[in-house]
């Protein structure tokens, strides 16, 4: 593009950033290129690629247009969300820390305590979201602050823009969990943010058939990410690189869809008896609602609520659902539902579980893109197993 060109719409660039016909073929898809090395024509001289581990056009293509949809100078695709993580962590040096809020993903928590403590990482984490929350625990150590907006599982909102410029007054960069939201609903390099983080599994893969993930950012801030990305190799195949290619074309319909009936799906379950509580910033009564409506498009598919029976309930309701899989992940187009306690942050211990707010009466919903009918259908006559 020139400076005068029009910067191309999100779902534009989700269809065609990097993704040029390919020059050998004219094939209008990014192939699979198969390959685990390329021939050169002398010692040294090469077409851009040499082993795949290195380089690979198919992820290449997908790495080019993660940037573009984050509006971010680079992008750097990974085997899973958790190998995008630990190459961001490992830029740090033992006796650094890391500032953190307390609702996060189990799997961050457990490479947090079990991986990098032990190898001399020092975290602190803040039981209060707010900015006055993360001053309180930012200190002259602070080398990066680790945020989730919204949180796995209890959808607070976080604001980026401000918590941004605590890391940065304190010399720390802000890395962003990105992934309950999507590129398409928020973009916290805009608001400030130094480095976005994905699991491309869930809403940028988009169809629960592949496990990816990303790290967003300036150029110069991903030079040692990916460093770390070709010397520690945990690269996504070009098969996974094209799946999750593949999802991004039609994330903003998708996204569109998930929003909307979780929207209807929030509301209504705040009607039912056997629901004491529900997490989501769509409505109003969301404490983060306010600024989820400045800092998002939209208020996400994802809804956590807490069941008025407490655990016993809980285990009467999660069986019963029927297009609602009992299942770990999120973010696909069928709809899921997971217990936090016993699933996904079953790594973080029972007492700081609970005392963080994930109890045994919590479920978390991934809506997805069905009819909105049967998926209130669904919930109502799992909810009437409840009383």
Known sequence: MTPDTPRPGFSTRAIHAGQDADPATGATVVPIYATSTYTQEAPGKHKGYEYSRSGNPTRAALETCLAALE???????????????????????????????????????????????????????????????????????TKLAWIETPTNPLLQILDIAAITAIAHKAGA?????????????QQPLKLG???????????????????????????EL??????YQNAAG???????????????????????????NARRLAAWLTEQPQVERVFYPGLPSHPGHELAMRQMRDFG???????MGGGEAARRFLPRTRLFSLAESLGGVES????????????????????????????RLSVGIEDADD?????????????
């Open 173 to 185: 960069l802000l890395a962003v969990d990105n992934t309950f939201a999507s590129p398409y609903l």
């Open 301 to 307: 598919g994802m809804i956590s609520m807490r069941m």
């Open 336 to 363: 899921l539902v997971c217990h936090p306690a016993t699933m996904t942050h079953a790594s973080i211990p029972a007492e700081l579980r609970q005392a963080r707010g994930v109890d045994d009466g919590l479920i």
């Open 71 to 141: 509006e971010g100078e680079r992008g750097l695709a990974f085997a899973s969300g958790l190998a995008a993580t630990t190459a961001v962590l490992s830029t740090l040096k033992p006796g650094d820390e890391v500032a953190a809020a307390s609702d996060l993903y189990g799997g961050t928590y457990r490479l947090l305590e079990r991986v990098f403590k032990p190898w001399g990482l020092v975290v602190r984490y803040t039981d209060d979201p707010s900015p006055a929350g993360f001053a309180r625990v930012v200190t002259p150590a």
């Open 375 to 387: 998926l209130q259908e669904d919930l109502r006559q799992a909810l009437a197993s409840c009383g």
């Open 222 to 227: 991903l030079k040692p990410i990916a460093f």
């Open 234 to 260: 945990g690269v996504p195949g070009p098969f996974d690189a094209y799946l999750t290619l593949r999802g991004l074309k039609t994330l903003a319909v998708r996204m569109d869809r998930h929003c909307a």
């Open 193 to 219: 943010a130094d480095l976005v983080v994905h699991s491309t599994t869930k809403y940028l893969g988009g169809h629960s058939d592949v496990v990816g993930g990303a790290v967003i950012g300036a150029g």
